[in-house]
Nanobody, 128 residues
Framework: QVQLVESGGGLVQAGGSLRLSCAAS????????MGWFRRAPGKEREFVAA????????NYADSVKGRFTISRDNAKNTVYLQMNNLLPEDTAVYSC?????????????????????WGQGTQVTVSS
């Protein structure tokens, strides 16, 4: 069982930046592909970014490409989401997720159904 705890959310003006962190209860290097998802009020959960367990592959939703960067520090059991040039439409609860993968798996995963563990989420609010 992997427990995930997000932090770093808050209120920011449009154009500003935030960095979200996702701390895992065990070594993230234990073959866990990681992802960030978000859910805005009244909308479905949507994919934001994903990273393979070794960090060699990354994937982003079109809406955040060029503005968000996902990274991981397996020595600290933490995954990050650097969010720059935030827009009001980025307002949502952001959650990280972990998926158990095999040693040779270098893929990223974009569907929430593919993930095994979830954090509680952190609120990001972008004012115009």
């Amino acid at each position: 069982q992997v427990q995930l705890v997000e932090s770093g959310g808050g209120l920011v003006q449009a154009g500003g930046s935030l960095r979200l962190s996702c701390a895992a209860s065990e070594r993230t290097a234990n073959f866990n592909a990681m992802g960030w998802f978000r859910r805005a009020p009244g909308k479905e959960r949507e994919f934001v970014a994903a990273i393979s367990w070794r960090g060699g592959s990354r994937n982003y939703a079109d809406s955040v490409k060029g503005r968000f960067t996902i990274s991981r520090d397996n020595a600290k059991n933490t995954v990050y989401l650097q969010m720059n040039n935030l827009l009001p439409e980025d307002t949502a609860v952001y959650s990280c997720a972990a998926k158990r993968v095999s040693f040779r798996d270098a893929n990223t995963y974009t569907s929430p159904k593919e993930y095994d563990y979830w954090g509680q989420g952190t609120q990001v609010t972008v004012s115009s």
